[in-house]
């Protein structure tokens, strides 16, 4: 992987293809269990649509919640493309992969549309509900912050600004929002501080040249046991 002085990868090179064909719609019945005890599932882009449509019929199944993270632009509608698109319950693109998605589903936006989370706002304001069933889409615009919109048929809007940190790397950074918002979310914080927390991981990972920044762990011990002890003096 390299990256310029500003922390963005440039290129990078991965050899995941065989693993990602062995992950086929049978593999996901034989390991059904692991989804049928999940707290949450979440799936990226990289395997076959087919696959997915497993996934996501095992998780309805089983009354399970699906996050969808799109991986990169070509695989941003995989989701769509699937047997049960409305069993995705949370999708996390970032603004490119969003034009994406939208353009899949009718919307031709103009690329200036997805310059800031305001810029995308105003043009989610002018469409009718294009993702009514999600609980949550989360839109990532880099140094220009996020769009987070929670209940998307009633349309709770977020506007989340970007961590102030010196950055290092961006790799991981995606990965990590979008695990410490669900992490916070799953030990039942608000939607307000889940983004906190999120914002605190990311700012680990920005600052560190690993993927998944060393640390991260301790951290959501210590934001655990924090939120315990407002609980605690609340009930006081």
Known sequence: MSM??????????SCVEQIIKEISPEYIS???EAIATADYVISDGNIRVETLSKVLEIAKFHGKKVWFE???????????????????TAVS???????SILKRLGVDADPSSIASPSSLLTLLHSLPPSL??????????????????????????????PPRTQIVSVSGAGDTMNSA????????RSLE???DFSLQAVSHTLGSTDAVAEGLSEMEQSD????????????A
Request: charged share 15%.
């Open 224 to 235: 655990t046991a924090r939120c315990r002890q407002r609980e605690h003096h609340t009930d």
């Open 193 to 195: 501080q889940s983004i």
């Open 30 to 32: 034989v390991n059904e």
């Open 70 to 88: 799109p991986t990169d632009i070509a695989k941003a509608t995989k989701f769509l493309d699937s047997s049960s698109p409305s069993s995705v």
């Open 4 to 13: 310029n002085h500003h922390g963005n990868v440039l290129y990078g090179i």
């Open 132 to 161: 009514p069933h999600l609980d949550l889409l989360l839109v990532t615009m880099a140094e220009h912050g996020s769009l987070l919109v929670s209940e998307c048929a009633l349309g709770t809007v977020h506007i989340i600004p």
């Open 181 to 188: 918002l669900l992490s916070s979310l799953l030990h039942s």
């Open 93 to 99: 693109p970032n603004a490119r992969e969003f034009l």
